[in-house]
């Protein structure tokens, strides 16, 4: 370990007494640093470089092979069994008494049909169509005249039946005349058959609360 000597100087100057220290290079250690000095103001942005080169297109991927067709969809009327009008004559009934008439309408039914499906069988008097069954009372109140569609379980038949209580049917209450007088032509009769869930949906339309315009609109049918 060096030994460091220290020199006292003395001086006076102008009336006042300076004490110097003075040591020996030779045999002192190293003078301490100096502090570190103020950094100094950061200089301005240089200019911008020019812009590089734009790089090249790549090369187009292949098209992908396309894919197969879908299966086309049923018709949401595919299943749906409309007849054409039945204009009756004398010989078209099965029955025919003069107070109680019996049309087969079809026959070979799908069971399913018959059990989940909707039946709608339409009555048409030259003024209206309704779906029947359709009830014709007297002033009194009283039942008169039915005409109503029955389903013979057995041979899946579809039958129209119309009866008259206390009188015989009229001709135009159970014939029609395609060249009779207009809304006198008599009355004729069309059915539609809906299988269950023939529209894909879960829950089907009530078909038996809508018109007949309206179903056959809701299929597509010609009215």
Same mark, same amino acid.
């Given at each position: 370990?060096?030994?460091?000597?220290?020199?006292?100087?003395?001086?006076?100057?102008?009336?006042?007494?300076?004490?110097? +220290?003075?040591?020996?290079?030779?045999?002192?250690?190293?003078?301490?640093?100096?502090?570190?000095? %103020?950094?100094?103001?950061?200089? #301005?942005?240089?200019?911008?470089?020019?812009?590089?080169?734009? =790089?090249?297109? =790549?090369?187009?991927?292949?098209?992908?092979?396309?894919?197969?067709?879908?299966?086309?969809?049923?018709?949401?009327?595919?299943?749906?069994?409309? *007849?054409?009008? @039945?204009? #009756?004559?004398?010989?078209?009934? $099965?029955?025919?008494?003069?107070? +109680?008439?019996? &049309?087969?309408? /079809?026959?070979?039914? $799908?069971? $399913?049909?018959?059990?989940?499906?909707?039946?709608?069988?339409?009555?048409?008097? !030259?003024?209206?169509?309704? *779906?029947?069954?359709?009830?014709?009372?007297? %002033?009194?109140?009283? %039942?008169?005249?039915?005409?109503?569609?029955?389903?013979?379980?057995? *041979?899946?038949?579809?039958?129209?039946?119309?009866?008259? @209580?206390?009188?015989? &049917?009229? /001709?135009?209450?159970?014939?029609? !005349?395609?060249?009779?007088?207009?809304?006198?032509?008599?009355?004729?009769?069309?059915?539609? &058959?809906?299988?269950?869930?023939?529209?894909?949906?879960?829950?089907?339309?009530? +078909? *038996?609360?809508?018109?007949?315009?309206?179903?056959?609109?809701? @299929?597509?049918?010609?009215?």
């Amino acid at each position: 370990m060096k030994t460091t000597f220290l020199k006292l100087k003395y001086f006076l100057i102008a009336g006042i007494t300076i004490l110097a +220290f003075s040591c020996n290079p030779e045999d002192g250690s190293d003078g301490m640093d100096g502090a570190t000095g %103020i950094q100094g103001e950061q200089g #301005p942005v240089g200019p911008q470089g020019q812009p590089g080169e734009n =790089g090249q297109d =790549g090369t187009d991927g292949q098209d992908g092979e396309d894919g197969e067709d879908g299966e086309d969809g049923e018709d949401g009327n595919a299943n749906v069994q409309a *007849s054409d009008w @039945f204009e #009756p004559t004398e010989g078209s009934y $099965n029955i025919n008494n003069p107070r +109680f008439k019996s &049309l087969e309408l /079809a026959n070979g039914m $799908n069971p $399913n049909t018959i059990s989940e499906g909707t039946i709608i069988v339409y009555y048409d008097n !030259d003024i209206e169509v309704v *779906s029947l069954p359709k009830y014709q009372l007297d %002033i009194d109140g009283n %039942i008169y005249k039915v005409v109503d569609a029955h389903i013979n379980h057995a *041979s899946r038949t579809l039958y129209l039946n119309i009866e008259r @209580f206390g009188s015989d &049917l009229t /001709a135009r209450e159970y014939l029609w !005349d395609p060249n009779g007088p207009a809304y006198g032509k008599g009355v004729r009769f069309r059915y539609v &058959l809906i299988p269950p869930s023939t529209t894909g949906k879960k829950q089907q339309p009530n +078909f *038996s609360k809508m018109t007949y315009e309206e179903v056959m609109d809701y @299929f597509g049918l010609e009215k």
